[in-house]
DNA sequence: TTGTACGCGTTATCAA
DNA sequence: TTGATAACGCGTACAA
């Protein structure tokens, strides 16, 4: 009998063969068993003794051979920008459990390598490695790659609408950046600046789109600033900023495009003596936990990020299997909610009249 | 000649059969080609040919059929705690990397669910879906679970000292406190605290050693806290400062276990009142690019994450391969590396003359 | 109610 | 220098 067992490096594990001879039966007979195979009945002593020997030499499918013999890795890619900062875990997590839930695998990669870097994607994705694939969307310079993707694996994007016929889910990032703006103004503020993400991104796009209209909508006009650089760093946060205060004295606060160019941000604030929220109001549009420990504490609009995640996967699993024909998805629920900490407050006395006076309401 | 194409959710793909036909070769041929067996010689004109037709058919060969044939997938797990921190973005990247080098796939898990959930740990390592497991280790609850997974399973701890035959690759932590420590001692510093980490961890240990050491030699004594919760959060970081301060009045200079741990701290400095660096120094061991975007910029002593992530892969293949009876592995190269920044100084006045009058040098 | 047998795509052994 | 052929472990159509 131990003959029959396999060899994995040093361990011996178990296969449906030597499960079968245990239970004195067939191998196609356990494999349906194990599988839960609806139409089949067998007599209940059977089944237990096919369960029973299965759990005493501690059975467990062969993952490659399920694969090749359904053509179905059981695993889902994930790839995502920015990895190193922890913008992004919320969408990971719900995705992860979301998968896992499935019976599916999460397959963690980077967007840019994986759009631009050829090996790496044959390494990732290629001779059925994947299922399929969620890939953040919405940076034109990669929307070609992906579309080549798309065009070998099922894919879904994420954090981005669809394109030439991939679906899309997204979250109501124009509402996140409007939400940001109108409590901005309800504090009196008038005169307000944008600290951008990565340039040509939806998400940066689609935020500052928001306070653009909310802005438009009260008359007024968002200060901005084009850096060289990508941007949506720290970095280029902090770099914004000063341009912008440099260019526009009157500008009493500002939304960030995410907590890193928010962190950026009140590190050049307070180099250079503005005191926040006192002088200058700031709040970002997605939230994190570090937005709790900043100095002073970030108000931001947080965006239901874990849900983005569940339903990617939810999105993706229909397409592989063809359930139905998955059009583009906006995530409006929950709906983007304030959170005020002790980045924002009125703007200072002095500013509020003048503009007030000078803009009206 | 298409019919032999295989079908993939409504994508074609070509397999070993049709690229030989294609190239009217056997397919045994084509595999040896492709895969460049050293012991296989063949006309040059019979080699272009396969290699042209596995080119013009796009052929990739099929990544489950091979895991099964060679039993072996080409996958390796990591396994880390804190994932939703940056922590460990240079580990996660030097392995990554290392793998990608010798054609492996990283597959990312959560150590502890890894360790604690049985339905993760079977969807993650069972079934051969990866022939070998990084895994951090360090934490006592962990350590019967770890040893039990590495009994089916190549496994290395990364992060911590290896145990039950396992081999460990880690980082000289301890070094990496002594320095910190040592730097304060040097700023005049004479009474100093210790912000922990997760408790009952190697590496908090392991930090806190090395820094008792280097206070010990200096005849000093170092003061920590015992809080209830597991620690090493950054909320746990600012309840030991307070508490610690709130005991020992003298305290005049903090070593942090982790970046996390010190943003805790800093957040609550500031709520205090306490001026950092000018009443109170903080240093972290542990660096990631936040630390130079807190307020004030964090001093840290930088260890080589990026290298545990190298040498962990490279000692887990050693280990797949059978090619060496691995030790456990103490990475000293590069050393730790001290970063000041602004949140050390040396002792406020009063404080200065009064400790080192009473504790002399 | 259960068993038989084939094939998924690849690699490795043996033979020519 | 190249070709048959036999596994790897599993799932399933078909037969009994």
Redesign the pocket.
């Given at each position: 009998l131990l003959a029959d067992l396999?060899e994995g490096g040093d361990r011996v594990t178990a296969?449906?063969?030597s499960v079968a001879e245990l239970a004195?039966?067939?191998?196609?007979?356990v494999?349906?068993v194990?599988?839960q195979?609806p139409n089949?009945?067998?007599?209940e002593s059977?089944?237990r003794r096919i369960v029973a020997a299965a759990k005493e030499l501690n059975y467990v499918?062969?993952a490659s051979?399920?694969a090749?013999?359904?053509?179905r890795s059981g695993v889902l890619g994930l790839a995502l920008h920015d990895l190193s900062s922890t913008v992004s875990v919320g969408l990971l997590e719900g995705a992860r459990s979301a998968a896992a839930d499935q019976g599916y695998l999460l397959l963690l990669a980077d967007a840019d390598e994986l759009a631009t870097n050829a090996p790496t994607r044959s390494l990732y994705l290629a001779g059925g490695r994947v299922d399929g694939l969620m890939i953040q969307g919405g940076r034109r310079d990669l929307d070609e790659r992906i579309a080549e993707i798309a065009r070998g694996l099922p894919t879904v994007i994420v954090k981005a609408p669809g394109q030439n016929g991939i679906p899309g889910v997204r979250l109501a990032e124009e509402d996140a950046g409007a939400l940001a703006a109108s409590y901005l103004l309800q504090l009196g503020h008038r005169s307000i600046g944008y600290l951008g993400g990565v340039r040509t991104s939806f998400t940066d796009e689609a935020r500052r789109d928001g306070v653009v209209q909310t802005l438009n909508d009260a008359g007024l006009v968002l200060r901005t600033v084009e850096l060289e650089s990508k941007g949506g760093t720290a970095h280029s946060g902090g770099l914004e900023l000063k341009a912008i205060m440099t260019e526009h004295r009157e500008v009493t606060a500002f939304v960030a495009a995410n907590v890193v160019v928010a962190m950026g941000a009140l590190r050049v604030a307070a180099d250079l003596g503005i005191s926040v929220p006192r002088d200058l109001s700031i709040i970002s549009v997605q939230e994190t936990w570090t937005a709790d420990f900043m100095i002073p504490r970030l108000s931001a609009v947080a965006l239901p990020m874990r849900r983005l995640g569940e339903v990617a996967v939810a999105q993706l699993l229909c397409l592989i299997n063809e359930d139905s024909a998955p059009a583009d998805v906006r995530i409006t629920e929950p709906a983007p909610a304030l959170i005020c900490r002790e980045s924002t407050g009125a703007p200072p006395q002095n500013s509020v009249s003048s503009s007030s006076a000078a803009f009206g309401a």
């Amino acid at each position: 009998l131990l003959a029959d067992l396999r060899e994995g490096g040093d361990r011996v594990t178990a296969n449906l063969k030597s499960v079968a001879e245990l239970a004195g039966v067939s191998t196609g007979l356990v494999s349906r068993v194990l599988n839960q195979d609806p139409n089949v009945s067998l007599r209940e002593s059977t089944r237990r003794r096919i369960v029973a020997a299965a759990k005493e030499l501690n059975y467990v499918p062969q993952a490659s051979a399920r694969a090749l013999r359904r053509n179905r890795s059981g695993v889902l890619g994930l790839a995502l920008h920015d990895l190193s900062s922890t913008v992004s875990v919320g969408l990971l997590e719900g995705a992860r459990s979301a998968a896992a839930d499935q019976g599916y695998l999460l397959l963690l990669a980077d967007a840019d390598e994986l759009a631009t870097n050829a090996p790496t994607r044959s390494l990732y994705l290629a001779g059925g490695r994947v299922d399929g694939l969620m890939i953040q969307g919405g940076r034109r310079d990669l929307d070609e790659r992906i579309a080549e993707i798309a065009r070998g694996l099922p894919t879904v994007i994420v954090k981005a609408p669809g394109q030439n016929g991939i679906p899309g889910v997204r979250l109501a990032e124009e509402d996140a950046g409007a939400l940001a703006a109108s409590y901005l103004l309800q504090l009196g503020h008038r005169s307000i600046g944008y600290l951008g993400g990565v340039r040509t991104s939806f998400t940066d796009e689609a935020r500052r789109d928001g306070v653009v209209q909310t802005l438009n909508d009260a008359g007024l006009v968002l200060r901005t600033v084009e850096l060289e650089s990508k941007g949506g760093t720290a970095h280029s946060g902090g770099l914004e900023l000063k341009a912008i205060m440099t260019e526009h004295r009157e500008v009493t606060a500002f939304v960030a495009a995410n907590v890193v160019v928010a962190m950026g941000a009140l590190r050049v604030a307070a180099d250079l003596g503005i005191s926040v929220p006192r002088d200058l109001s700031i709040i970002s549009v997605q939230e994190t936990w570090t937005a709790d420990f900043m100095i002073p504490r970030l108000s931001a609009v947080a965006l239901p990020m874990r849900r983005l995640g569940e339903v990617a996967v939810a999105q993706l699993l229909c397409l592989i299997n063809e359930d139905s024909a998955p059009a583009d998805v906006r995530i409006t629920e929950p709906a983007p909610a304030l959170i005020c900490r002790e980045s924002t407050g009125a703007p200072p006395q002095n500013s509020v009249s003048s503009s007030s006076a000078a803009f009206g309401a």
